[in-house]
């Protein structure tokens, strides 16, 4: 288990290192010079020479570099170009609503992934299991920005079941936020839901066809048992594989999601620094996600061989 | 290919097998066909249209579908619904078929070469590990602000974000075929490495390619209609379905259709896709073998 640890941490480490390295170099690759956008276009030579030495902009590129990492270690972002606010400030902000989201969407498409992967094994070959392959379906081919749209049209303006847009911060009143972000939640969960779901009916499939499922059904284990203590527990395995892969769609997801319903979140702010050219907010927020990618892919690895005890052993070998 | 067939190591079915399969799989079918009428309206859409992409008619905004000389309605620049959609298509499919092509050309060499040389693999699983950590959406974004939000940025986010799958499909692949009794006997023979790779794995490796390119082509159609949407794919007046829904948005209260039309599109296109996909895979898996047969 430790030497297995060791490597994943390893390998980990090493991902985030290069990830900064391509985001360094991706940043130094913008247009525009950044001295002479600080000191104006009519500024003198001496003076753009001036504020190149003061941005560190005339060092080496690897005593930029260092003086970049030295920085985000310390947790300083920079400021945003537009408005002179700490980039940290921005993310402080932004983020809680983006991972509240994110979270409410994420239990509902394990719950509703399991349910319905589990109905589908249960009554193959009928209808329940053509309805949870179907939805699947719909979900994984369906742009769920469209059905957002629609959503929005027909059961928030022409049905009022729900707020259209706006935020309310979720420990000021949890009632009213999760009445806010039900519908966002909802259709960011759906391709997700998909994913497990169909993931869920295939290794249910597999389990409950091996011979130790065969073997406790001979000693006289009860179907609830059986599926609850064998095919469930396995099946458990595999969502939690499916939401480290989906974090990167989670992620593109609310984005889109964010824009749709006018959220102000992370993804809000990721698009905004695009359109706006706010390079500082640009660089912070893909080191944000790209190292939070990797930190929570490690603790997805961490986690799976604490349930997969094979794994385990097989890292110790 | 004939003689690498009759193996019995082959793990992928002979061609008249999985056709046969194929063919017996209703739902597959239906979605080979929609999405063969799909290409083809987008192939020929400069024929099918009846106005241009951007053609406006300032005289006859906000249109209802049905109206006559235009079937699916118009915009709120007297565009043609129809004429847009059938655009709109023909990008769509471009973008997924050039992403297609971005992961295959970088990813097939770095899988066959990560499932060829140990030292290789460890390389190429870092590059990986890399290009996972950026999701296509922030691999845009980036993008967009280098180089400017168009059409061959949509690509180039899609290709590269779909590499890592498609290496890790082809290793997987070249891997299970080391151990196989023809590459040993190549090897035996003195073939180079580069012809073991050519001649014997990748030839062996394509119906995993094929399955995958599937996989990836509806991923990719989906995610240019996003990536136009939110302004960082294809710019407008530029006809893309993405685009459209985008300046539908504005106008959803008052004329829902134009909502409603370019997204059921998308819909229908990935569903197809992922139908006929899904039909392909099951029909070249060999663990169907006794079922279906």
Redesign the interface.
């Given at each position: 288990m430790g030497a297995y640890l060791l490597t994943r941490t390893w390998?980990s480490l090493?991902?985030?290192v290069?990830?900064s390295v391509?985001?360094f170099a991706?940043v130094r690759?913008?247009?525009g010079d950044p001295a002479l956008a600080m000191a104006g276009e009519e500024a003198s030579p001496e003076r753009i020479a001036a504020v190149r030495a003061d941005l560190g902009l005339d060092q080496a590129l690897w005593v930029q570099y260092a003086t970049w990492v030295q920085n985000y270690l310390h947790g300083d972002f920079g400021r945003s170009l537009r408005t002179g606010t700490p980039v940290t400030q921005l993310l402080g902000s932004t983020l809680p609503v983006t991972l509240w989201l994110a979270a409410y969407a994420l239990l509902i498409a394990v719950v509703v992934g399991l349910a319905l992967g589990v109905i589908a094994e249960r009554r193959r070959g009928r209808w329940p299991e053509f309805l949870a392959n179907g939805v699947a379906?719909?979900g994984?081919?369906?742009?769920s920005?469209?059905?957002g749209?629609?959503a929005?049209?027909y059961l928030s303006?022409r049905l009022s079941l729900f707020p259209a847009s706006g935020y309310v911060p979720m420990l000021e009143n949890p009632v009213d936020a999760i009445y806010h972000l039900t519908l966002p939640a909802l259709i960011l969960s759906l391709a997700i839901a998909a994913a497990v779901m169909r993931q869920t009916r295939a290794s249910m499939i597999e389990t409950m066809g091996s011979d130790f499922v065969r073997t406790a059904r001979a000693k006289g284990l009860g179907g609830q048992r059986v599926l609850l203590a064998y095919g469930l527990r396995n099946s458990l395995l595999v969502v939690v594989t499916i939401v480290g892969l989906q974090?990167?769609?989670l992620?593109?997801g609310a984005?889109?999601t964010e824009?749709?319903f006018g959220l102000p979140g992370f993804g809000k702010l990721?698009?905004n620094s695009?359109?706006t050219?706010d390079?500082p907010v640009?660089e912070a927020?893909?080191v944000i996600?790209?190292v939070g990618?990797?930190l929570i892919n490690l603790a997805v690895d961490v986690l799976y061989s604490v349930l997969d005890p094979r794994i385990r052993v097989a890292g110790a070998a | 290919m004939t003689t690498t067939m009759t193996t019995t190591t082959t793990a992928y079915a002979a061609p008249s097998t999985w056709w046969r399969r194929m063919r017996s799989n209703r739902t597959a079918m239906a979605g080979g066909v929609i999405l063969g009428i799909v290409v083809l309206a987008a192939v020929l859409a400069p024929v099918l249209a009846p106005y241009g992409p951007t053609t406006t008619h300032f005289d006859a905004p906000f249109q209802r579908p049905g109206t006559i000389g235009f079937a699916l309605g118009t915009d709120n620049l007297g565009r043609d619904t129809l004429s847009r959609m059938l655009y709109g298509a023909r990008a769509s499919l471009q973008v997924g078929v050039l992403s297609v092509l971005v992961a295959t050309v970088v990813g097939v060499p770095l899988g066959l070469i990560a499932g060829s040389w140990r030292w290789a693999d460890a390389l190429v699983?870092?590059f990986t590990?890399?290009a996972?950590?950026?999701?296509?959406?922030?691999l845009a974004?980036?993008l967009?602000?280098?180089r400017g939000a168009s059409l061959s940025n949509a690509v180039l986010a899609l290709g590269i974000?779909h590499v890592p799958q498609m290496i890790r499909v082809v290793r997987g692949e070249a891997l299970r075929l080391r151990t196989t009794d023809f590459v040993a006997a190549a090897v035996t023979m003195n073939a180079s490495s580069l012809r073991v790779m050519g001649r014997h794995i990748l030839p062996n490796a394509l119906s995993a390619i094929i399955v995958q390119a599937t996989i990836i082509m509806?991923s990719a159609v989906?995610g240019e209609?996003?990536l136009s949407?939110?302004?960082?794919g294809i710019q407008p007046p530029e006809a893309s379905l993405g685009v459209m829904?985008s300046d539908?948005?504005q106008y959803?209260?008052q004329d829902?259709w134009l909502?409603?039309f370019?997204?059921a599109l998308?819909?229908i296109i990935?569903?197809s896709?992922?139908?006929f996909g899904d039909g392909l895979r099951d029909s070249l898996d060999p663990a169907n073998d006794e079922r279906t047969s």
């Open positions: 390998h090493l991902t985030i290069l990830s391509v985001i991706g690759m913008l247009p379906m719909v994984l081919s369906v742009p920005f469209w059905l749209l629609l929005i049209l303006v974090l990167g769609g992620i593109s984005v889109v824009s749709i990721t698009l695009v359109f050219r390079y640009i927020v893909v996600i790209t990618y990797v | 699983s870092r590990d890399v996972l950590a950026f999701p296509f959406l922030i974004v980036g967009a602000a280098i974000a509806p989906l209609a996003v949407f939110l302004g960082l829904l539908a948005q959803l209260a829902a909502g409603v370019p997204g998308i819909a990935c569903l896709f992922n139908l």
